[in-house]
Structure formats: structure tokens, C-alpha cells
């Protein structure tokens, strides 16, 4: 017998205001039983970047009553925010620890530089034992930061944490869009507009934002008729 679906989704179109065409246009899905909601961890990776740049942009019109130039550092090294610790040479974090130094006097950047690297290393981990002492440090730092920013993305990762937890501990691999016909593994049906939009309008928890379904059978009839 054949199975049925649990979730249709028929005719899905999503615009925003402004936009010149539509971010989603005419989308059918169709989810198998078993299948579960997970999160996408390059976006919420992207989220934290975002927060990031948020604090750095906010501190320096607060400092300086205008927005960042060449003239400072913070400015300059802008991208060494957004790099993984790991990734960066000694140079780099050398360059990094200066512009702390000197150019953060409340705090504040690096507090959520700081936020941003604890997410990262949470969403790098599978073992329960490890994810829970991830998450933990994760809650601490976002408490003691203690900034709009960091405590909006610490509200979103609480929304979110059962879909989140799926995708730390489920061996999935496939990501891929919304647009595209596609074999087994997951789907994700946010895209980078919508979580732009859920940030400015609702706090990053629009339901489509970080949405994506993975089942241990299949993803089925996934088009864009």
C-alpha cells in the first residue's frame, strides 16, 4: 500500500514588499511520514554574522556619530569578524585582538564576536552530552553580553532549538533549495531574503525562515511548477 503523505503544501508563492518578483513562486511539497523539521546551520551561522555586524555598525555611530571608515580598524578588519577563529592565521588574529583592544572600549563587539564564535563551536558538535554543554555556554555568554542583538539571537536559537537539534544529530547530507527537483536527504525551503526579512520584522522566527525537512526515507515531489 502505498504511504501517504502527512504535509502537503500546494501553489506556496511568498513576496515581500518592494521585491521585484517573488522570493518563492508556485512551490508543491509533499513530505513523507517520519520526516522532521531541521534547521540549516549555514543560516543560522548567518544570523550570528549578522548579529555581529549589527553591534559593530550600532558602537561606532554611538562613538563616532557616523558610520565606519577606513579611518578605523573595526572598520577595516570588518571581515576578520566574520571568520571562524580556526581559520584565521596568526597574523589575522593578532590583527583581530588590536581591534579589540583599541577600538572597543564598552566591549560590546567583541562580547558578540564572542556569542557568535560560541554558537559556531555549538553547531559543530553531534554528541548529546557535548551539544548540551555547547548549548549551555551558548545561554551564558548570550546573558552576559547582554545586548538587543545577542539576546534576539538567543531568543531565535530557543525557538528553533528542536529543529536545530535535529540537524546536529541526524546523519543528513543534501542540502539544497526550494527551486530544485532533488533525490533523498533534506530540503530547504528558507532562503537568505525571507531570513532578512524575519530579522528586521519578527525576530529571525518567520515559520519559513530556517525551515528545512528531512526524512530518513525520502524528500518527494519537490518542484517548481
Excluded at 549551555?136 to 536559537?157: G, K, N, S, V
Excluded at 544529530?169 to 527537483?181: E, H, K, L
Aim: aromatic share 8%; hydrophobic share 35%; net charge positive.
Amino acid at each position: 500500500m502505498a504511504q501517504q503523505y502527512i504535509f502537503q503544501m500546494q501553489g506556496l508563492t511568498k513576496t515581500f514588499p518592494g521585491a521585484n518578483k517573488p522570493v518563492l513562486n508556485n512551490i508543491h511539497l509533499q513530505f513523507l511520514p517520519d520526516a522532521k523539521i531541521a534547521v540549516d546551520k549555514w543560516h543560522l551561522v548567518a544570523l550570528a554574522n549578522t548579529v555581529v555586524t549589527e553591534v559593530r555598525q550600532r558602537v561606532t555611530r554611538e562613538r563616532y556619530g557616523r558610520r565606519g571608515t577606513t579611518a578605523e580598524k573595526v572598520w577595516v578588519n570588518r571581515h576578520l569578524l566574520l571568520t571562524g577563529y580556526e581559520h584565521l592565521s596568526a597574523k589575522q588574529r593578532a590583527r583581530l585582538k588590536a581591534t579589540f583592544a583599541g577600538e572597543d572600549p564598552t566591549n560590546e563587539i567583541g562580547a558578540a564576536w564572542g556569542v557568535k564564535e560560541r554558537l559556531r563551536l555549538l553547531l559543530a558538535e553531534s554528541e548529546e552530552h557535548r551539544i548540551r554543554h555547547r548549548l549551555y555556554e551558548f545561554y551564558r555568554d548570550a546573558a552576559r553580553a547582554d545586548m538587543p542583538e545577542t539576546t534576539r539571537l538567543a531568543t531565535t536559537i530557543e525557538t528553533w532549538w528542536p529543529a536545530i537539534h535535529v540537524a546536529l544529530t541526524m546523519d543528513v547530507t543534501g542540502w539544497f533549495s526550494a527551486n530544485q527537483r532533488t533525490g533523498p536527504g533534506m530540503v530547504s525551503v528558507g532562503t537568505n531574503a525571507e531570513l532578512r526579512n524575519g530579522r528586521k520584522t519578527s525576530g529571525y522566527s518567520s515559520p519559513l525562515d530556517l525551515c528545512t525537512v528531512t526524512t530518513r526515507t525520502r524528500a518527494s515531489s519537490l518542484s517548481s511548477r
